[in-house]
């Protein structure tokens, strides 16, 4: 029977990836407190950090095969914090969350994950997201397709100086929060499409 106690990370990630439940088992049981602590720090909630990182290791079990983790201490920490992120964005005001966006895709840019991507991409659906439908419609247009306030008013039939107004009032609310992560999706060239903020 294999010790998994005494198998190093890299060891762990790489069983996992076969499918061994005893890896999973043990990456777990080294992992969960410290997840759950960062998690607690941010929300002081004992039964949703849980949950938290119970979705996280489903998630990765589920993904298994397809996971290419080289450093799980960074994977699971940038993770946690990812869905802290995800959770107040949908429970709170989002502002006072700003600094922990910043200092959480700074981290991820830091790993060398490919999936991390995905969840750049998931972050700034959920802030787009938060606007007024007809605003959030204006805002995708003009700066992730690239359209002109008169493209955008002929497109949705609406005048040049209202869509003008909502640019201005979009960017004025978002310039602190989302300007950062804009720019990080605009460096990783993630694929934004309006179709991606649809509900």
Same mark, same amino acid.
Not at 29 to 47: E, I, S, V
Not at 66 to 83: M, W
């Given at each position: ?60 079990? %589920? ?5 290419? /983790? +080289? ?5 699971? !920490?940038?993770? &946690?914090?990812? @869905? ?60 992730? %397709? ?5 493209? /955008? +008013? ?5 005048? !040049?100086?209202? &869509?003008?107004? @909502? ?33």
């Amino acid at each position: 029977m294999l010790e998994y106690s005494r198998h190093p990370e890299e060891a762990l990630t790489a069983l996992l990836r076969e499918g061994d439940e005893g890896a999973f088992v043990e990456i777990y049981r080294r992992n969960w407190q410290r997840m759950y602590n960062t998690a607690y720090k941010r929300l002081k909630d004992p039964f949703q950090c849980e949950d938290l990182v119970q979705n996280i290791f489903t998630d990765i079990w %589920e993904r298994r095969t397809e996971l290419l /983790i +080289a450093n799980l201490q960074a994977y699971l !920490q940038t993770a &946690v914090r990812f @869905q802290v992120i995800k959770y107040s964005t949908r429970m709170s005001d989002v502002a006072p969350f700003a600094d922990i966006l910043e200092s959480s895709l700074a981290s991820a840019i830091g790993t060398d994950d490919p999936l991390i991507e995905n969840e750049l991409l998931d972050l700034v659906k959920l802030w787009i997201a938060a606007l007024p439908e007809k605003r959030r419609e204006i805002f995708v247009l003009y700066y992730l %397709e690239d359209l002109s306030s008169d493209q /955008i +008013a002929e497109r949705i039939g609406i005048s !040049q100086k209202t &869509v003008q107004n @909502q640019l201005a009032t979009a960017t004025n609310t978002l310039r602190a929060q989302l300007s950062k992560v804009l720019m990080l999706c605009l460096i990783l060239q993630l694929p934004v499409r309006l179709e991606d903020f649809s509900k």
